[in-house]
């Protein structure tokens, strides 16, 4: 009884329902939503921090509802619509209501510059694809293999191999001029070390062209800093049609070559790509080659030559 006269008592002193609104706004909030703000949970974003102060009087602990201050809260800048507004305006509005310039800096890094091993046997056309890869991708780096057997007909001194002789070429061993070198066939083959740093200490991507025990070689020196290409034709029969079409090996030496070749295929699986290099189909084969590259640049983890 005692109970129900003291909330009576309370009711008559508050007429609202809420005794802690101010008299002006309605029993009902939604009869009318313009007439006070809507309370969002960010109080940061609407001054109104709590903290916690101590009474003078009782020595107890109550809140007290702290504004903040004027000179520091940001002042929202209005965006206009791209529609209406000029490309600039809209730019400089954004970096101002994000509070921060947008960066001219490109989002990806440059990427490393490549070394592209092509290799493969004998009779695959290894050359034919190099020669027209490098008339279609003129920022490629070829570096010309030194070698110690005599000139094929068409072929050019200093462009196609470096023609040298076998005392020149082991001049070139001694003084410790070749990345690798093997003696291949009887001859000797070599990749001379300077040209390649030269053209990575620019940027630029460097391809080099070895036998299948060079670019074994290779694979151990600069492991997964280079990208390795295996170029085979579509079947045996193809690859010894071409052999022999070449004309250019004695009996003897067309045996070896059919033999080592097939030994060479089964290196297949140390390569990261292969290239198969169809009759008639030199072009296709070229852009094949060139996508690899392309693929290789657009990694997000680059190789790292090392060199």
């Known amino acids: 009884m005692l109970l129900r006269r003291l909330c009576t008592s309370v009711s008559k002193s508050y007429p609202y329902p809420y005794p802690f609104l101010p008299s002006s706004i309605p029993a009902n909030p939604l009869s009318n939503s313009n007439s006070y703000p809507i309370l969002s949970p ?4 609407l001054g109104l921090g709590f903290h916690t102060t101590a009474s003078a009087d009782s020595g107890t602990a ?15 800048l209005p965006i206009p619509h791209p529609g ?3 490309r600039a305006e809209v730019f400089r509005a954004l970096e101002a209501s994000l509070g921060s310039t947008f960066s001219s800096h490109p989002i990806a890094p440059n990427p490393n510059p490549l070394i592209i091993v092509i290799s493969g046997p004998s009779g695959v056309g290894k050359d034919a694809v190099i020669k027209r890869l490098r008339e279609v991708r003129r920022d490629l780096q070829f570096v010309v293999t030194a070698t110690s ?3 094929r007909p068409g072929e050019i001194d200093g462009e196609d191999y470096h023609f040298i002789t076998k005392a020149e070429f082991l001049e070139m061993i001694e003084r410790n001029e070749l990345l690798e070198h093997a003696l291949v066939y009887g001859e000797y083959k070599g990749i001379p ?8 200490a620019e940027g630029r991507d460097v391809v080099l062209r070895v036998d299948v025990q060079g670019a074994s070689t290779l694979r151990r020196i600069l492991k997964n800093g280079a990208v390795f ?8 029969a193809a690859l010894v049609n071409r052999l022999i079409g070449r004309k250019t090996e004695k009996v003897e030496d067309l045996a070896m070559r059919v033999a080592a070749a097939r030994e060479e295929i089964r290196c297949l699986k140390e390569f990261d790509y292969v290239v198969v290099n169809e009759d008639g189909e030199l ?3 070229v852009e094949m080659v060139a996508s690899i590259i392309d693929a290789e640049k657009a990694k997000v983890h680059q190789r790292r030559p090392l060199f």
């Open 62 to 76: 109550h809140s007290t509802n702290s504004t903040m201050d004027e000179s520091r809260r940001p002042v929202p």
């Open 84 to 86: 209406t507004a000029g």
């Open 42 to 45: 960010n109080f940061k974003t």
């Open 229 to 236: 290409v295996f170029v085979v034709a579509e079947s045996e």
């Open 283 to 285: 072009e296709r084969s």
């Open 193 to 200: 070390k300077q040209q390649i740093r030269e053209y990575v």
């Open 149 to 151: 057997r005599r000139k």
